[in-house]
């Protein structure tokens, strides 16, 4: 497993995607991405269920109640509604991030133009496609 430099200065995203790249391609254990999470890390995932772990982790902590966040809080052309309350257990940021990815995913709902709608209809209106979930997302 190729070793990354963790001193404060050298670590560079890139530096960090080209790693897991090497590690996906060469079958490496890789938590959350070939390993299931928590008690099931020592399960090993296929490389064609990856994009399927990921989207399901999003939606597993889209598990948020509540009045939705102001407007304010989560502004954008088109407004994810997320849930003002985590659910019990989860870290405090996760359930919040996870509604945002969801609608990104074309699975949540969104105000757009003052219209409370599902995400995926939003995305077809400003002609988007929603966002696919893989071992390396932030590269897409």
């Known amino acids: 497993m190729k070793k990354l430099p963790i001193d404060g200065n050298s670590l ?80 405090g940021d996760l359930v919040p991030l996870s509604h945002l990815v969801l609608t990104m995913m074309g699975k949540g709902k969104v105000l757009y133009e003052d219209i409370l709608m599902d995400s995926c209809l939003a995305l077809k209106k400003v002609e988007l496609e929603p966002l696919r979930l893989g071992a390396m997302s932030s590269e897409q």
Not at 46 to 62: V, Y
Not at 69 to 80: D, F, N, S, T
Request: hydrophobic share 40%; aromatic share 8%.
């Open 12 to 91: 560079t995203i890139p530096l960090l995607f080209s790693a897991a790249a090497d590690w996906l391609k060469k079958g490496e254990f890789f938590y959350g991405v070939t390993t299931g999470l928590g008690e099931f890390s020592n399960v090993t995932i296929k490389t064609e269920d990856i994009e399927r772990l990921q989207e399901n982790l999003i939606i597993s902590h889209s598990a948020g109640v509540g009045e939705p966040l102001p407007i304010e809080v989560v502004r954008a052309m088109i407004v994810p509604i997320i849930p003002s309350k985590g659910s019990v257990g989860s870290s």
